[in-house]
């Protein structure tokens, strides 16, 4: 590999370095990115930090604020919605796509997951917000269409994945009817029933989507911007 392969692939790795940090929250939206706390905090230098950045300013998920640098971005509730409603669609589609392709196996393995987001007296932790995401994230492998499945993965990846689990976390009401929507999805998948599945699972999706928005919307106000 010659110099300028091992720099960019350098750039690579510490953006998504940086990028799994955020989106798992350890970085949390609005915060400020420093280069120097990065390039210790990741064994790097600063060069591959600051091109990083650039990467991911390019790719949306930061943004450069005058007198603040490079901060992670607050989304616009619009933005969500607008993604959640193209979401929706491929979703249903996978969805539909599953019908044709669900095995006794997996569709066992898709009711298994779900109990783990089964509402209890315990608040949301790690494994039930792992759990949300593995059951579609198994529908869309049974839909059998790695290009659906690439799709849906980018538009999940430009908002940071915690925030997701920080509405189920703050809302009771919220993680019944995720259960619940879930559960009639499984209901449509084991009947067979390609229409209702993909009704389902858009009407889901769409809802996920409302309920993100609106939490921008209350912390965008909140959030110190320069």
């Known amino acids: 590999m010659d110099d300028s392969s091992s720099s960019t692939a350098l750039v690579d790795e510490t953006a998504a370095a940086i ?8 970085i949390p939206i609005g915060a400020q990115l420093r280069q120097a706390e990065l ?51 491929l979703e249903g589609l996978a969805c539909e796509r599953a019908v044709r392709r669900l095995t006794r196996d997996s569709l066992a393995e898709l009711r298994a997951t779900n109990e783990l987001l089964r509402p209890g007296d315990a608040p949301p932790n790690a494994a039930s917000h792992a759990a949300n995401d593995r059951f579609h994230t198994l529908i869309h492998q049974i839909a059998g269409n790695e290009r659906l499945a690439k799709v849906i993965k980018e538009i999940n990846e430009a908002f940071p994945r915690n925030v997701s689990a920080l509405v189920l976390q703050e809302h009771p009401r919220h ?25 389902e699972m858009l009407a889901h999706v769409l809802s996920a989507g409302e309920q993100l928005a609106r939490w921008y919307e209350r912390r965008s106000a909140t959030v110190f911007k320069g």
């Not at 930061?62 to 959640?84: D, K, L, Q």
């Not at 879930?182 to 067979?192: F, N, T, W």
């Open 19 to 26: 990028r799994a940090r955020i989106m798992s929250g350890e």
């Open 39 to 89: 390039a210790k905090t990741l064994g790097v230098s600063r060069t591959p930090v600051r091109e990083a950045l650039r990467q991911l300013q390019t790719g949306g998920l930061i943004e450069v604020v005058p007198n603040r640098g490079a901060v992670v971005r607050v989304p616009a509730p619009w933005e969500v919605r607008e993604a959640y409603e193209v979401r929706a669609e």
């Open 175 to 199: 993680r019944d009817d995720n259960f619940a929507e879930h559960e009639r999805i499984l209901a449509a998948l084991a009947a067979d029933d390609a229409e209702t599945a993909r009704r």
